[in-house]
């Protein structure tokens, strides 16, 4: 597709040669001609100058003209530069469908289960007792999906998923492989001779629509009641939510982190990698959290962000941090001035 194209895609204004033919996407500092790239971090802009991209997506408000840039260069002024980029790198890079079409041989089916038309099980598929498969669903090879297990309409569900009995996914849902959905929660009671008693986790997952959730995670059942996630929140990989955690409607949480049990996040809350959040604990809406922070109580006020361990307000957490960094420099200063100190009280002693 051409320069053209792609702005009509997107009610764009070209500057420079509209008629470029665009044949990949790539970003800003290693695409060459013929590339498509885009500008929507401001600390990127520094390539503008240098890039070999034949045409650059930018903001509406962007003024080519402050920078120095080859006269090769074209200009496709959008609405959201990212957005854009995303829509033409789908259109324009070819997928490869891995799931198998229709329902392998070595499936395994339950005689009550119910599946839904045009549904993909690739093979060793395991469905099980009353277990519910929802229309357009596809699931890759070695899934396990638990008796009494419900899949809404249009999900995807990698290799190797296995979504425990009873727990409920709705509509246009992407679980990736390794994921578990529904296992025992941790909950374990002293005994009186130091071992423990299990704690029986009679509860379910619910996973609300268009949930994507990466590889190798799991989200523990409740011990009663329902482990919730919201519709529209993204989680990446490697991440923990323990028993009873509710996460909040396109909140979205990074790599390693870990939620304990009963911690309710807020909706469009932004958690970076190897964030802690303790138990018992609630997140309001919009909290941003920086990476390797530790929560440890409840966060009330919407729309602020966090760093550190214990986790403070970005500000507090930065002004400490600097006074850490300058410790060695400050322990030398008050080592000079205990010397001079010692120095004057010799120095009076002598009067």
Do not use: W
């Not at 395991?126 to 309409?153: K, L, P």
């Not at 996973?207 to 959730?213: A, L, N, R, S």
């Amino acid at each position: 597709m051409n320069v053209a194209e792609i702005a009509r895609l997107f009610q764009g204004e070209v500057i420079g040669d509209e008629t470029v033919e665009i044949k990949r996407v790539a970003k800003i500092e290693e695409a060459g001609p013929n590339d498509l790239t885009f500008l929507a971090n401001p600390k990127y802009s520094k390539h503008v100058a240098t890039t070999r991209a034949s045409a650059i997506l930018v903001s509406r408000s962007y003024d080519p003209s402050i920078q120095a840039t080859g006269s090769s260069l074209t200009f496709v002024k959008v609405d959201n530069p990212y957005i854009a980029f995303l829509t033409v790198l789908k259109r324009i890079t070819p997928t490869v469908d891995t799931f198998y079409r229709g329902i392998h041989p070595t499936a395994v089916v339950a005689s009550t289960a119910t599946i839904a038309s045009n549904v993909d099980l690739g093979a060793h598929v395991v469905i099980g007792e009353r277990a519910s498969i929802g229309s357009r669903t596809r699931i890759g090879d070695g899934c396990v999906i638990g008796a009494q297990a419900v899949i809404g309409d249009d999900c995807l569900l990698y290799p190797n998923v296995t979504i425990y009995h009873q727990c409920r996914l709705g509509s246009r849902v992407a679980i990736h492989s390794g994921t578990v959905i529904g296992s025992d929660g941790f909950g374990f009671a002293p005994r009186p001779d130091g071992t423990y008693e299990k704690i029986p986790q009679l509860g379910i997952v619910l996973i609300q629509d268009d949930v994507e959730i990466g590889s190798n995670c799991s989200v523990d059942r409740a011990t009663i009641g329902e482990t919730l996630i919201k519709r529209g929140a993204k989680l990446d990989n490697l991440i923990q939510v323990a028993h009873n955690v509710v996460i909040g409607e396109n909140t979205v949480i990074a790599a390693q982190t870990g939620v304990s049990g009963s911690t309710k996040i807020g909706k469009n809350v932004m958690v970076a990698g190897q964030v802690g959040f303790a138990g018992h604990i609630e997140i309001a809406d919009r909290t941003i959290f920086f990476a390797q922070s530790g929560i440890g109580k409840s966060i009330t006020e919407p729309g602020k962000t966090y760093f550190g361990y214990p986790a403070k307000e970005r500000g507090r957490a930065f002004r400490i941090e600097a006074v850490i960094r300058s410790l060695p420099e400050l322990a030398s200063e008050v080592h000079a001035l205990q010397l001079k100190v010692e120095e004057l009280s010799r120095q009076l002693k002598k009067k």
